[in-house]
């Protein structure tokens, strides 16, 4: 395992923010990961784990403790049964069981990060999301100090969250299990109206699935969704704040405000009774376009849901900016946004 002290942690992660660890390791197979987190757990040593930093801000002020950079690799495929060791860069995953022919997380692509991450946030994009398609997560449980495998049912999937992100400190993904499709060369049933509408198509139709991948991979990149270092709309965390689900109190609030503004809020049905709306829709309407801010952090100029550092920025500039453009939602329209990215050491 190899052991780097007062580590530069802005490398590994998207945004390239973030002051140093006091300590980083970098496993490479899960027998290291355990080892070291058992060690850190004996010792009562703070521990970061991070897989491609892809939904991370870590503060200026760094990590005074461990972090353990997962960096294993697996790519196993039987028929249709995946398993993916959690350090597998998630892109080239997707873009593998598309290789395969296999449908089922093809609306996945170009997503940046580890697969270790996806059940944790439970990804999804484009009408997809992992919980759809996992099976099993193994994981290792620190406060039993053993190895466990949670099935689908166990891991309380819901929008952007899951059993993993509600006990942060309790699991450590090792590897994940998907059930694909064999679709004869066809893609899942297409569910996003952007996507549908791209590809000429009405919704729950099937098309090709590499037409499906590249017509995906095609949106992001116009959104600045897919990492590019020359391309300053990529430093980012990709969707900094997740889409409002409201109560219907919430809601009919919510409506009085768009009424009275005469605008026509996008809205789609969520379990309970609730209602999810468009958080990008709400920050653009509460004046913040598209390359909004004079400094070194800014809203990308492709997506008003990216916050993205210019090159000389802090963690201190990007979080000022969340914190404005939270707050004016918050004046405008009376709904609270949420920033989905995992923070360390700092706070909206």
């Known amino acids: 395992m190899h052991v780097t002290e007062n580590a530069p942690l802005a490398p590994l992660t998207?945004?390239?923010?973030?002051g140093p660890a006091r300590r980083l390791l970098t496993a490479q197979s899960d027998d290291e990961v355990v080892a070291a987190v058992r060690a850190a757990d004996a010792a009562g040593e703070p521990l970061l784990v991070i897989g491609g930093?892809?939904?991370l801000v870590i503060g200026d002020a760094g990590f005074d403790g461990t972090v353990l950079r997962i960096a294993t690799t697996g790519f196993t495929l039987e028929g249709t049964a995946l398993e993916l060791a959690a350090g597998e860069v998630w892109s080239e995953a997707v873009a593998r069981t598309v290789d395969a022919g296999l449908a089922g997380i093809e609306f996945l692509a170009g997503i940046p990060g580890s697969a270790g991450a996806?059940?944790?946030q439970n990804v999804g994009a484009y009408g997809q999301e992992v919980a759809q398609r996992v099976t099993e997560v193994v994981a290792y449980d620190r406060t039993a100090g053993e190895l466990v495998t949670l099935a689908n049912a166990d891991c309380a999937f819901s929008y952007r969250h899951s059993r993993f992100k509600a006990e942060p400190d309790?699991?450590?993904?090792?590897?994940?299990?998907?059930?694909?499709?064999e679709a004869a060369?066809?893609?899942s049933p297409v569910q996003y109206a952007e996507v549908a509408r791209t590809l000429g198509v009405a919704a729950g139709e099937r098309v090709d699935l590499r037409t499906a991948f590249e017509t995906v991979l095609r949106l992001r990149a116009g959104k600045g969704m897919v990492l590019d270092p020359a391309d300053h709309d990529t430093w980012s965390a990709g969707s900094f704040f997740t889409n409002p689900v409201l109560s219907p109190e919430?809601?009919?609030a919510f409506l009085a405000q768009v009424d009275e503004r005469r605008l026509e809020a996008p809205a789609w049905p969520a379990p309970d009774g609730h209602t999810k709306t468009s958080a990008a829709w709400l920050i653009d309407r509460a004046g913040f376009t598209k390359g909004y801010g004079s400094g070194p952090a800014t809203l990308s100029t492709k997506h008003t849901l990216a916050l993205t550092?210019?090159?000389r920025a802090s963690t201190e500039d990007l979080l000022a900016l969340a914190r404005e453009v939270r707050d004016g939602v918050r004046a405008a329209f009376g709904v609270e946004l949420v920033n989905e990215p995992v923070m360390v050491g700092v706070r909206l």
Do not use: D, H, K, W
């Open 185 to 187: 060369g066809l893609s």
């Open 53 to 55: 930093g892809s939904n």
């Open 250 to 252: 919430q809601f009919a």
């Open 14 to 18: 998207t945004l390239r923010l973030g």
């Open 118 to 120: 996806t059940p944790v």
């Open 170 to 181: 309790r699991y450590v993904v090792l590897r994940v299990r998907f059930a694909l499709e």
């Open 309 to 311: 550092n210019r090159g």
